[in-house]
């Protein structure tokens, strides 16, 4: 049993020095938070209006039971098992097989997303001054022209996106407890509560009902294969599989945290927002007459018409909406970036073995770079191009569409068929404490049904099937 036996003395001391999350809770509400950013509150609800509504709700959630959780539950034995950043916590399970690069490979790509979506998450907070100060007001050709003007400003969104990623540093030099897990205390409720009161505001409006309806009276007519990849596919983005998100935060649990649970509570969180998200915006969508279909610039260009329309009676109310709002967006956006930003940082001071600031430091600089080129490349300056397409949208096709996948098929092949099923078995159960009864039936589907999902997913990317 080499691949057992060569975890060694130093791996075990290692493993009780690391710093774990405090507590049950710290566990859920940050992993949670990994999950839960723009792919739920943006990506859901425009993904939702351009597949159908309920119908393709339900083929996801079938999804999240068949790929999210069974993947889950894989990065989750692989980083508790590390005890230490993604790399090596694969490199410690490969036994110095090439299996390892599939570690640095979701390093890479936690790396790479975090500099894109700096960006994203800088408009965020943009917006909220901008609904702060009154600015999302006016006719509808304005407000698509603001975003435009802001977006191609060469300033403006990358102060933005330099300014989020500070306050990302922050909160990860303060460490796993004091930084990561107190914020996500204080986050992931503060979010939760903004979005059910915009959720109870939205459904309160005349002619919600239509929205209420769409998404949650089925019509599986429009059910095609498309919805069903398209579905398979939005799983896998919403829960940050392959993003070496999931596999560092399982670093810091405890032999006690039960992973089976953790990965369906987290699960029904993600998904419960991400519901509650399409709650929020469909019926005000549906009370103006907007088509739910308005694909990505639902959240810049359509919704700030939506709310000012819904609201053109009580502007204070559509005032306070529209702010609490983008709010809750900025808090989606950071609970995932501070995931993101993790992983690099985690990465970065245990293999260079410096400081946690030093390699958090090496990180938001490194992003900061990123994240501009990013942003200019969207009409600031020209040439910032790469294959004909601005950066910022080679880097979302290159880790959203290329690395992810092919990330996820191969965690899952090495933890189905290259991993001693026992050691597997044995974090499955926290070593016989917990039922196993549930083992066969996640082996068979990160063993089968997850790796043919997502080849599926890659291919029909590429138009293949």
Same mark, same amino acid.
């Given at each position: ?280 915006? &469909?019926?005000? %969508? $549906? #009370? ?8 990505? *610039? =639902?959240? !810049?260009?359509? +919704?700030?018409?939506? &709310?000012?329309? %819904? $609201? #053109? ?8 909406? *529209? =702010?609490? !709002?983008?709010? +809750? ?137």
């Amino acid at each position: 049993m080499p691949l057992v036996c060569g975890i060694g003395n130093r791996k075990q001391e290692m493993k009780e020095e690391r710093v774990n999350f405090g507590s049950k809770l710290g566990v859920i509400l940050a992993t949670a938070g990994s999950a839960v950013g723009l792919g739920n509150v943006w990506r859901f609800p425009y993904m939702t209006g351009q597949n159908g509504g309920a119908a393709f709700i339900l083929i996801y959630v079938a999804c999240v039971l068949l790929l999210g959780i069974p993947c889950m539950v894989s990065e989750f034995i692989i980083g508790r098992h590390g005890a230490s950043n993604t790399a090596r916590a694969y490199s410690s399970l490969a036994d110095g097989k090439a299996w390892k690069y599939v570690g640095y490979l979701g390093v890479l790509t936690g790396f790479l997303i975090t500099g894109y979506y700096a960006v994203v998450s800088g408009w965020c907070l943009q917006y909220i001054f901008a609904s702060l100060f009154g600015n999302l007001s006016g006719d509808p050709e304005y407000i698509k022209t603001y975003f435009a003007d802001f977006s191609q400003s060469p300033f403006r969104p990358v102060l933005w996106t330099v300014a989020i990623l500070l306050l990302t540093h922050f909160v990860i030099i303060h460490g796993v407890r004091g930084g990561i897990e107190k914020a996500s205390k204080m986050f992931m409720p503060t979010l939760f509560v903004l979005l059910v009161v915009v959720v109870g505001a939205s459904c309160l409006l005349p002619g919600a009902g239509k929205g209420i309806k769409y998404l949650f009276y089925p019509d599986f007519s429009v059910v095609n294969k498309d919805v069903f990849l398209n579905a398979l596919g939005q799983s896998f983005y919403s829960l940050s599989i392959a993003m070496g998100c999931i596999c560092t935060y399982a670093s810091y649990f405890s032999r006690q945290t039960n992973l089976v649970r953790s990965a369906v509570q987290i699960s029904i969180i993600d998904t419960l927002i991400a519901v509650l998200a399409g709650l929020m915006i &469909f019926p005000a %969508a $549906f #009370a103006v007459g907007v088509n739910p279909d308005s694909g990505p *610039s =639902l959240i !810049f260009i359509t +919704l700030p018409n939506v &709310f000012q329309s %819904a $609201f #053109a009676a009580m502007p204070v109310v559509g005032y306070v909406v *529209s =702010l609490m !709002f983008y709010a +809750l967006l900025t808090l989606a956006a950071i609970t995932s970036l501070i995931s993101l930003h993790e992983v690099s940082t985690a990465f970065f001071f245990e293999e260079l073995k410096i400081s946690r600031k030093a390699g958090a430091a090496i990180v938001t600089v490194s992003c900061c770079v990123i994240g501009t080129f990013c942003s200019l490349s969207l009409g600031a300056v020209d040439g910032l191009t790469l294959f004909g397409k601005p950066l910022f949208d080679v880097f979302d096709f290159v880790t959203g569409q290329v690395m992810l996948p092919v990330g996820g098929f191969f965690t899952c092949l090495f933890i189905g068929w290259y991993v001693p099923k026992k050691l597997v078995r044995d974090e499955f159960t926290n070593w016989g404490t917990v039922s196993g009864r549930l083992f066969t039936l996640y082996l068979f589907c990160v063993r089968v049904v997850c790796p043919v999902c997502i080849l599926l997913i890659f291919l029909h990317q590429f138009g293949v099937i």
